[in-house]
């Protein structure tokens, strides 16, 4: 079955930016029924849909963090990936990527990575 | 964006209790619904899609029912395996926006 894992640096300094990439395993990301997003848990705390990609390439990002992400695809390698800028210890979090299926009668996020913590920290 | 409500916040139950949690969203989400379990230091899980459908594998003593606005999760008959946060998720309209979670400990 299709896997998810994501990875990057555990330690970001604040104002800089924060990259993780999640690789799709046991599948194709190239699958038309599936918008690949990341979603961030900030420690006790709960869930925060951060963005998604679909395979064409169009993005959809939380009007909250618009100004500050960027979520990219890679099919060559089966990633996708996602950038957030001008960190702040406020962004210090779990981020996990997921895949949300969308096939009109059947619509969650139904496969998830295992998550990475992120903190943020000089 | 729509604000998700799950009460309670937390509860304790024993094993074999009827267990319900409770999400309201702010606006008609119709049946665009679902329910996550997330163990501790896991990634969550999901449990039940479009408001009231069983995801494959998942036990039947979980259910969930609703529509519009108010929504319930039930577990009939609670088991050890149980704990964790629970948390509901609609995907009306973007950004899909989770409650803030029901903790569910065993007594």
Known sequence: QVQLQESGPGLVKPSQTLSLTCTVSGGSISSNSYYWTWIRQPAGKGLEWIGRIYISGSTNY???????????????????????????AADTAVYYCAGFVNTGHYDAFDIWGQGTMVTVSS | DIQMTQSPSSLSASVGDRVTITCQASQDISNYLNWYQQRPGKAPNLLIYHASNLETGVPSRFSGSGSGTDFTFTISSLQPEDIGTYYC???????????????????
């Open chain 1, 62 to 88: 939380n009007p909250s963090l618009k100004s500050r992400v960027t979520i990219s695809v890679d099919t060559s390698k089966n990633q996708f990936s996602l950038k957030l800028s001008s960190v702040t």
């Open chain 2, 89 to 107: 998720q609609h995907y009306d309209n973007l950004p899909y926006t989770f409650g803030q979670g029901t903790k569910l400990e065993i007594k």
